[in-house]
């Protein structure tokens, strides 16, 4: 393979496993994390205790999370055929990384919450802040920086679970190491596509902590 096709495959890739891993960690946040908030403020001790509610949403969030990613996409493939119109292919990959990461995200949104001092909590609501206030201006607020780090994880995270994607002719620079590379036994591709996701989870991994760094108000 010229370096000219090499080049244009691993940039063809790099879109797909981009467009895979945004979306999915787009969206695995926006339903993780109202889940982590109810798991954290649903507890015995907290604003707004209801232990059995909080109960019953910990055991499906673990039983999801104990679920590994390709045995899920290969469970959800029925159900991924209908919402996304098809079972196989990049965009339709996304909805089983969805279903996956959120509860790893929603457990990660509990942990970040629980770091908050109970003592800011006690004393906004000793002022008469109400249960949406203490969540929205001073929970959330507070745990900012480690739920940035924490999304910064779970992309991450979803971006090694593309990797498998090749199950579902997902695409993706996963797919090519695996797929035109090992298989093939063309070790440039492999060890090109492999160097590349290498370097966009470091990437990753240095914004998140720049942007947890930058907002965390302990650092000014």
């Known amino acids: 393979m010229s370096t000219?096709?090499?080049?244009?495959?691993?940039?063809?890739?790099?879109?797909?496993?981009?467009?895979?891993?945004?979306?999915?960690?787009?969206?695995?946040?926006?339903?993780?994390?109202?889940?982590?908030?109810?798991?954290?403020?649903?507890r015995q001790d907290h604003i707004m205790p209801a232990p059995r509610f909080n109960a019953v949403l910990g055991t499906v969030i673990n039983f999801l999370r104990s679920i590994p990613f390709i045995i899920l996409l290969v469970l959800l493939f029925p159900v991924t055929r209908v919402v996304m119109g098809s079972g196989i292919g990049t965009r339709s990959v996304i909805f089983p990384l969805i279903i996956s990461a959120f509860p790893y995200v929603a457990r990660m949104v509990e942990g970040s919450l629980n770091e908050v001092d109970h003592g800011i909590l006690e004393a906004a609501q000793s002022m008469g802040s109400t249960s949406w206030q203490l969540i929205r201006k001073v929970l959330i607020p507070e745990a900012m920086p480690s739920l940035?780090?924490?999304?910064?994880?779970?992309?991450?995270?979803?971006?090694?679970?593309?990797?498998?994607?090749?199950?579902?002719?997902?695409?993706?620079?996963?797919?090519?190491?695996?797929?035109?590379?090992?298989?093939?036994?063309?070790?440039?591709?492999?060890?090109?596509?492999?160097?590349?996701?290498?370097?966009?989870?470091?990437?990753?991994?240095?914004?998140?902590?720049?942007?947890?760094?930058?907002?965390?108000?302990?650092?000014?």
């Not at 496993?17 to 695995?28: D, E, K, N, V, Y």
């Not at 979803?158 to 090749?166: E, H, R």
Request: charged letters at 10%.
């Open 148 to 220: 940035v780090n924490g999304a910064a994880i779970c992309m991450v995270t979803i971006l090694g679970y593309t990797a498998m994607a090749s199950a579902a002719g997902g695409g993706g620079l996963g797919t090519i190491a695996i797929i035109k590379g090992l298989n093939m036994r063309q070790s440039d591709i492999m060890y090109s596509a492999s160097i590349l996701l290498v370097l966009l989870v470091q990437i990753m991994s240095l914004a998140g902590a720049y942007s947890t760094k930058r907002i965390d108000h302990r650092n000014r």
């Open 4 to 42: 000219d096709q090499l080049v244009h495959l691993l940039w063809t890739g790099l879109l797909e496993t981009l467009r895979m891993t945004i979306p999915s960690t787009l969206f695995a946040y926006l339903i993780g994390m109202p889940l982590g908030v109810l798991l954290v403020v649903t």
